[in-house]
Nanobody, 124 residues
Framework: QVQLVESGGGLVQAGGSLRLSCAAS????????MGWFRQAPGKEREFVAA????????DYTDSVKGRFTISRDNAKNTVYLQMNSLKPEDTAVYYC?????????????????WGQGTLVTVSS
């Protein structure tokens, strides 16, 4: 079984930056895409970003394009989400997830493994 553990969340002022990390442990496997999702209070979980196993392709929701960057280091079994120019609207619990397929998608039901989440709070 694969375990995903997020870290790096916290409280930050609007305009600031945070870098989230997602470390995978347990069973290792190749060819899986990784995604980041977030859920704000009272709202549904939404797609944020995804990256293919090889890192050659990425996808971002429109609201974070130009501000967030997803990357991965397969040798370290770690995925990152660099968040710049943070806005209060970015406040949410952020989750990383693994899809047991090569290609990236936005639908959360395509991802088999999930972390416990890390809270990001952006104050105005």
């Amino acid at each position: 079984q694969v375990q995903l553990v997020e870290s790096g969340g916290g409280l930050v002022q609007a305009g600031g930056s945070l870098r989230l990390s997602c470390a995978a442990s347990g069973r290792s496997f190749s060819g899986y895409a990784m995604g980041w999702f977030r859920q704000a209070p009272g709202k549904e979980r939404e797609f944020v970003a995804a990256i293919t196993w090889g890192g050659g392709s990425t996808d971002y929701t429109d609201s974070v394009k130009g501000r967030f960057t997803i990357s991965r280091d397969n040798a370290k079994n770690t995925v990152y989400l660099q968040m710049n120019s943070l806005k209060p609207e970015d406040t949410a619990v952020y989750y990383c997830a693994a899809r047991l397929r090569l290609r990236i998608v936005r639908s959360e039901n395509e991802y088999a493994y999930w972390g416990q989440g890390t809270l990001v709070t952006v104050s105005s």
